[in-house]
């Protein structure tokens, strides 16, 4: 197995106790921690303005949605963001939400994990690379209070996800889902017009 040479600036992270992957840091830059260390900070502010009390008149409609596309995400019109839903501000890029959804209270979606492949008994899970994964929300969905959306999922059009599930895989259209892990319990009817 080939060493990787590490960089000072990783070297000097751990020496103040970053405990920071080697195979995703071990070659950073010092100017890349600078730029990483104010973007941090800018979507910090943006992500505190999205639970501002003041302008909750405004925001699920409106300001949130704003907010949330310039953190880097993908925003269909017309769609409602609850309180206190936070997304994946270092990949915000691979989320993508569609018109006129509803992702409520409390979620989350998390575009990157632990890479567990190959991990076993004695190994160092903080050491882990990530496996990231893009999210794709179709148009017209419900996702139910404080679930969370993991890293590579799609959840087709007109969908709806139960509060406090967790969504794993795949969740097709026009389907409900619920549970930990979340599973279809019921495919959604087709309206009959008489």
């Not at 910090?44 to 999205?50: D, G, I, S, V």
């Amino acid at each position: 197995m080939e060493m990787k040479k590490l960089s000072t600036t990783y070297k000097l992270l751990r020496a103040l106790g970053f405990n920071y992957s080697e195979e995703e840091y071990g070659d950073v830059s010092l100017w890349r921690v600078i730029k990483q260390f104010f973007r941090n900070i800018r979507l910090k502010c943006l992500e505190k303005m999205l639970d501002w009390a003041i302008l909750e008149p405004f925001e699920p409609r409106k300001l949130r949605p704003i907010l949330i596309r310039k953190m880097g995400c993908h925003v269909g019109k017309n769609t409602f963001f609850g309180d206190y839903v936070r997304m994946d501000t270092s990949y915000a890029d691979m989320i993508y939400i569609g018109d006129y959804t509803h992702i409520t209270s409390g979620c989350r979606l998390l575009c990157h994990q632990r890479d567990l492949t190959g991990y076993s008994v004695g190994d160092n899970a903080a050491s882990l690379g990530y496996k990231t994964g893009e999210i794709h929300i179709g148009k017209g969905v419900m996702v139910g209070m404080e679930t969370i959306i993991m890293p590579g999922v799609t959840i087709g059009d007109g969908a709806i996800v139960g509060a406090g599930s967790i969504v794993t895989r795949d969740i097709p259209a026009w389907t409900i889902a619920t549970g930990r892990p979340a599973k279809v319990i019921k495919q959604i009817p087709e309206s009959v017009i008489e």
